[in-house]
């Protein structure tokens, strides 16, 4: 079964708009990380969270963690068309291991 | 972009191919991922390589061989795929396995692979 999924699959804004995106993952965690993908290119790293943080913020991106509810948001504020792209996040089991576990995404448009 | 690219971008290849897949990191690192992207699927970790040494093979088929040479190089080599095999595949690196467990992984662009 997956570890992280994302909620929702898609998601349609205007530029200015706020976009929430969710990941929920099912086993104990030692960190969570969110990356962005632009279309057909490789993945760049936005965020890491630790098990034992509740919230983080770097610029115009906010991420909390849940870990009783085993779940993740990213908040991006102010959504700028640039921001179009699809964002993963990863977890990383509890225990050491260093094996990421990906969902499947979320598709962010945002419309000038 | 990033200190990690990869080569070629596209590659279309028939099945009874044999044709490999390039990667190199200028970061200094000593771990490197090859993952891969099917549409609609989660990115899948294939193989993981820290200090030169294979730690990680996720029950890839043997028709994928990875090479690690050294420490900035890894190479994917493909030998009879199939159609399935088509797909985004990415090269990571990171500092050393343990940290890229808690730091950022750099991906590389990705070689888009297509098996007729």
């Known amino acids: 079964s997956q570890q992280g999924e994302e909620d929702p699959q898609a998601l349609s804004i205007q530029e200015g708009e706020n976009a929430t995106m969710n990941c929920s993952y099912k086993?104990?965690?030692?960190?969570l990380q969110w990356y962005r993908q632009n279309s057909g290119r490789g993945l760049v790293h936005l965020i890491l969270?630790?098990?034992?943080?509740r919230e983080k913020h770097s610029g115009r991106l906010r991420v909390t963690l849940d870990t009783s509810k085993k779940s993740s948001s990213l908040l991006i504020t102010a959504s700028r068309a640039a921001d179009t792209a699809s964002y993963f996040c990863a977890t990383f089991a509890s225990g050491g291991s260093y094996i990421p576990t990906f969902g499947r995404g979320t598709s962010l448009i945002v419309h000038p | 972009e990033t200190g990690v690219t990869q080569t070629p971008r596209h590659l279309v290849m028939g099945m009874t191919n044999k044709k490999s897949l390039k990667c190199e990191q200028h970061l200094g690192h000593n771990a490197m991922y090859w993952y891969k992207q099917s549409a609609k699927k989660p990115l899948e970790l294939m193989f993981v390589?820290?200090?030169?040494?294979?730690?990680e093979n996720n029950s890839v088929p043997s028709r994928f061989s990875p090479e690690c040479p050294n420490s900035s190089h890894l190479f994917l080599h493909l030998h009879t795929l199939q159609p399935e095999d088509s797909a985004l595949y990415l090269c990571?690196?990171?500092?050393?396995?343990?940290?890229?467990?808690?730091?950022?992984?750099?991906f590389g662009p990705g070689t888009r692979l297509t098996v007729l």
């Open positions: 086993t104990s965690i030692n960190n």
């Open positions: 990571a690196s990171s500092q050393d396995q343990t940290s890229g467990s808690f730091s950022e992984q750099f």
């Open positions: 390589y820290n200090f030169k040494e294979q730690t």
């Open positions: 969270i630790r098990s034992n943080e």
